[in-house]
């Protein structure tokens, strides 16, 4: 008894061990990341001027005139439209699959939500080309508006972020503890204000979870984007003309650029992490204000 006792606690620190390890092996990972960015991206920044850098309009790599303002711009317009587009069909749709879809129904739209995350983003782009592009340039006409645009990369990554945050949102829902929807009920509220009232709010941190892996999803999307916002690296002037994302900038170029051109591609990837990174910090701050 005392050796299966012993064996049992020397299993357990070895399992311990292992995740350890593996958590461990995770951060060194985002570390080396980290390292990589920075070391490589903030020399850039340096020596062109971080206010040229940041706040300069014009993109010209030839005359070694690095200014990313336009790219960042696109991204946030970009990853805005699709949130605005998004978002709200995903918590629904969520609230739906967890409190008013039939069970052979859910046994059908469930698995097709997933089937939408696993696919490439390359399809998602050739979709675009040939479903979206011409449907906004139709749409674009009396504006003389392009298809490549950004209401088509908007569009399209409101379809592309549903699967993430669908999948976030619904199991934060089923977690809510059964009591609130039940004193909802004994209090008079029907199916229907029990679930907004009582059970969406009690579910808030998952949502906001599940809205900022879309934000990072989205921004951080370049292939299909590539293929339908039109690559113009200007400022943006309307929904219907092409624009620049920053990972757009990154992929484009990286393959022929050398130098200094290089170095500002990387700083490029530097200044994207930096968003991710404060989109992160801003969440984790407004769920620790509403847990308080």
Request: hydrophobic letters at 55%; aromatic letters at 8%.
């Amino acid at each position: 008894m005392e050796r299966n006792v012993k064996a049992l606690a020397i299993r357990e620190k070895e399992m311990e061990a292992v995740f350890l390890i593996a958590a461990c092996t995770s951060v060194f990972c985002v570390a080396l990341i980290c390292v990589f960015l920075f070391a490589n991206g903030l020399p850039a920044i340096r020596e062109i001027g971080p206010l040229k850098f940041l706040t300069g309009t014009t993109w010209k790599p030839g005359a070694d005139i690095y200014g990313i303002f336009p790219m960042i711009v696109g991204s946030i317009y970009v990853t805005g439209g699709a949130l605005v587009m998004g978002v709200p069909v995903a918590l629904l749709t969520a609230i739906y699959l967890a409190f008013f879809c039939p069970a052979r129904l859910y046994r059908v739209v469930k698995p097709a939500i997933e089937l939408l995350a696993g696919i490439p983003s390359v399809v998602y782009g050739f979709f675009g080309i040939v479903v979206l592009v011409p449907a906004v340039r139709a749409l674009g006409e009396a504006w003389n508006g392009k298809g490549n645009s950004m209401l088509t990369a908007s569009v399209l990554l409101a379809i592309m972020i549903l699967p993430t945050v669908i999948g976030v949102v619904e199991p934060a829902l089923r977690a809510v503890p059964g009591s609130y929807y039940e004193g909802a009920l004994a209090l008079g509220a029907t199916h229907e204000r029990s679930v907004y009232t009582a059970v969406v709010p009690a579910a808030r941190s998952g949502i906001l979870a599940g809205i900022v892996l879309g934000i990072g999803r989205a921004m951080g999307e370049t292939m299909a984007v590539i293929m339908v916002a039109g690559n113009q690296p200007r400022m943006p002037k309307g929904i219907f003309e092409g624009v620049r994302t920053l990972t757009g900038n990154v992929v484009i170029e990286m393959g022929y650029a050398a130098g200094l051109h290089r170095e500002a591609l990387i700083a490029t990837g530097v200044v994207l992490f930096v968003f991710i990174l404060l989109i992160n910090l801003a969440f984790t701050a407004l769920k620790r204000g509403k847990d308080a």
